[in-house]
């Protein structure tokens, strides 16, 4: 049996959730169906908690950065793990320093490919600049 969340935990449903974030309800199911969100159920409604609304955001912004599910789902992993021993906690650290490092090195060719579209720009504008005297 499924115990009622307290009045004071503010819950959402699919729907709510869906147009905060403007997704479909599919794809929310897809998400639970991943594991990635975890409601409560009561019959057939969900009830989406306030760490199921945050995970939620998580997993639209890693998609927009362009993590896949699997690494959103590690990331939530590292998250949730509650490390036991030293060698559990050397792999969280060795798998953390190896995405910062993967994300660094993202940032650097993000920052490069704006440098170039920002020339590129400026080369249109010089050009448009070139119509308009004639």
Not at 5 to 32: K, M
């Amino acid at each position: 049996m499924i115990t009622k969340p307290s009045s004071r935990q503010h819950t959402y449903s699919i729907s709510e959730l869906a147009e905060e974030f403007s997704v479909t309800l599919r794809s929310i199911r897809f998400y639970e169906d991943q594991g990635l969100l975890k409601p409560q159920r009561e019959g057939k409604n969900r009830i989406f908690s306030r760490q199921d609304r945050a995970r939620l955001k998580l997993i639209l912004r890693g998609k927009r950065l362009g993590f896949t599910l699997n690494d959103i789902q590690e990331l939530f992993n590292l998250y949730d793990a509650e490390a036991q021993n030293k060698k559990q906690v050397q792999v969280m650290l060795n798998t953390i320093r190896a995405r910062q490092y993967k994300l660094l090195q993202q940032q650097a060719d993000i920052d490069l490919i704006m440098m170039e579209l920002n020339a590129a720009e400026r080369r249109c504008y010089q050009q448009m600049n070139k119509f308009d005297e004639h």
